[in-house]
């Protein structure tokens, strides 16, 4: 990941003008959570799970974190980045960390979508999501 930050490359990633639609699916730490929380429409399961752990040892948050964690409601973004508090799917949509509750089942069926999508006009993209796939979360 020190490579690929120091390249540029997550840099260049986040200044696309491109819709980003990220699927949160099972473990989401460190930099791989930090390209995914960027895009523009989140989607988790109920098997997501995210972490900044390397704050639980002492450490401040890497690769952008304090950017969207500092603008979480309240004082949740603090939270989680002293406490290195370990969040799932549903906690992560509650909080404005996702942007969207997909159950894992049918996660497959949404990328299936999403790919044969012909534009990335963000309504639409939402509208993608949102019309079968998207719950409240458990």
Request: proline share 4%; aromatic share 10%; with cysteine.
């Amino acid at each position: 990941m020190w490579k690929f930050n120091r390249s540029g490359s997550m840099f260049r990633i986040l200044q696309r003008n491109t819709t980003q639609v990220s699927l949160i699916r099972g473990i989401a730490m460190g930099g791989g959570a930090a390209i995914a929380i960027h895009g523009r429409f989140r989607v988790v399961t109920d098997n997501t799970l995210f972490a900044m752990p390397e704050t639980a040892l002492g450490s401040f948050p890497d690769v952008g974190a304090s950017y969207y964690l500092s603008r979480l409601p309240g004082f949740f973004g603090e939270y989680v980045g002293l406490t290195g508090a370990r969040l799932d799917g549903a906690e992560m949509l509650a909080c404005g960390l996702a942007t969207h509750f997909v159950p894992l089942e049918k996660l497959s069926s949404l990328e299936y979508a999403l790919c044969k999508a012909t534009t990335g006009d963000p309504k639409i993209i939402n509208n993608i999501i949102l019309h079968d796939f998207s719950t409240t979360g458990s």
